[in-house]
T-cell receptor, first 114, second 115 residues
Framework: GAGVSQSPSNKVTEKGKDVELRCDPI?????LYWYRQSLGQGLEFLIY????????KSGLPSDRFSAERTGGSVSTLTIQRTQQEDSAVYLC????????????FGNGTRLTVT | KQEVTQIPAALSVPEGENLVLNCSFT??????LQWFRQDPGKGLTSLLL?????REQTSGRLNASLDKSSGRSTLYIAASQPGDSATYLC??????????????FGTGTLLAVQP
């Protein structure tokens, strides 16, 4: 597609349930990022994939959060045993491999944990 | 640890005014700096990217400058329009271990352009 695609656009889940968020990056983009944006807060880095290198997981807030990137393309962010404080907009971005390339963001998934 | 600050947090101007948004960062060893806009309920749209070796970039009515040594960037918007109303975010990419790394974002400036 022309841009970064995220699904679902909205997700409401009960506390304690697991959720999966999906990101389809722009074709040919080898770098993929997940960020979280909470109400009134800035963007919080979660995880970064670059090609076949080991991902930078330094931003994941707890071991309930994990992410995969299969085949160097689609990525899935999984949150296990969701808590109310996980409610936020989860944004995915991709870029070309070169460090100087701009990031292109999807519209995000708005997660609400009740 | 890199910290990015944006001032002001919110700004309201009448249509037609020229305006400047400010971004400062604490660690000058950046690889590049990128300005984004975010409309309500949407993702981020890239506006301008300045490499660390550059001083400024221009796109239409937008001009972004970078002064790495002082840890500052400005986004200049000429002849503002109501459609410019959005949150503007700056973000820096650092060198880490000889390689580039994640973008670190400021908290944004909420701009309202009054018709």
């Amino acid at each position: 597609g022309a841009g970064v695609s995220q699904s679902p656009s909205n997700k409401v889940t009960e506390k304690g349930k697991d959720v999966e968020l999906r990101c389809d990056p722009i074709s040919g983009h080898t770098a993929l990022y997940w960020y979280r944006q909470s109400l009134g807060q800035g963007l919080e880095f979660l995880i970064y994939f670059q090609g076949n290198s080991a991902p930078d997981k330094s931003g994941l807030p707890s071991d309930r959060f994990s992410a995969e990137r299969t085949g160097g393309s689609v990525s899935t962010l999984t949150i296990q045993r969701t808590q109310q404080e996980d409610s936020a907009v989860y944004l995915c971005a991709s870029s070309l491999a070169q460090g100087g390339s701009p990031l292109h963001f999807g519209n995000g998934t708005r997660l609400t944990v009740t | 640890k890199q910290e990015v600050t944006q001032i002001p947090a919110a700004l309201s101007v009448p249509e037609g005014e020229n305006l400047v948004l400010n971004c400062s960062f604490t660690d000058s060893a950046i690889y590049n700096l990128q300005w984004f806009r975010q409309d309500p309920g949407k993702g981020l749209t890239s506006l301008l990217l300045i490499q660390s070796s550059q001083r400024e970039q221009t796109s239409g009515r937008l001009n972004a400058s970078l002064d790495k040594s002082s840890g500052r960037s400005t986004l200049y918007i000429a002849a503002s329009q109501p459609g410019d109303s959005a949150t503007y975010l700056c973000a820096v990419k650092n060198f880490v271990g000889g390689a580039t790394n994640k973008l670190i974002f400021g908290t944004g400036t909420l701009l309202a352009v009054q018709p």
